[in-house]
């Protein structure tokens, strides 16, 4: 029996990472929080994850560095990241994709959006990857 896949939900709003994690908590998953994106990174560094959701706009580190730190970092490289933000801009979302991330979102994303794109990177993820996690030395 395989292990549930394991989320980073990155974002500085309680109420978001709030939502997100009942969302996929009630989907299965296993769910960590950061409120920025160098919390994200200390966490990313210390455990595997099967995806990443993070926020654009955030203090300390912004969504896009994030996304740029973790497609240069070897054991999270491979790992999927999904952007989500208020911000319905065409020029964010380019910038997402140019960072690295799979996909960007635009708040409010509805329990089913959530559930439907957790479960398709994941389970992609593993199967390109064999394991679970990205696979951390």
Known sequence: MSQPARVLIVD???TIRQYHRSVLEGGGYVVDEAVNGYEALERAGAEDYDLFLVDVNM????GFTLVQSLRRDEATAA???VMISTENKTDHEGRAQSAGANLYLVKPV???ELTTVA????????ATAG???????
Do not use: E, Q, Y
């Not at 394991?131 to 030395?137: A, K, L």
């Open 59 to 62: 203090p300390v580190m912004d």
């Open 110 to 112: 509805s329990p089913r």
């Open 119 to 126: 479960d398709l990177l994941t389970v992609s993820a593993k």
């Open 12 to 14: 500085d709003a309680a």
């Open 79 to 81: 790992v999927p990241i």
């Open 131 to 137: 394991v679970s996690g990205g696979g951390r030395p």
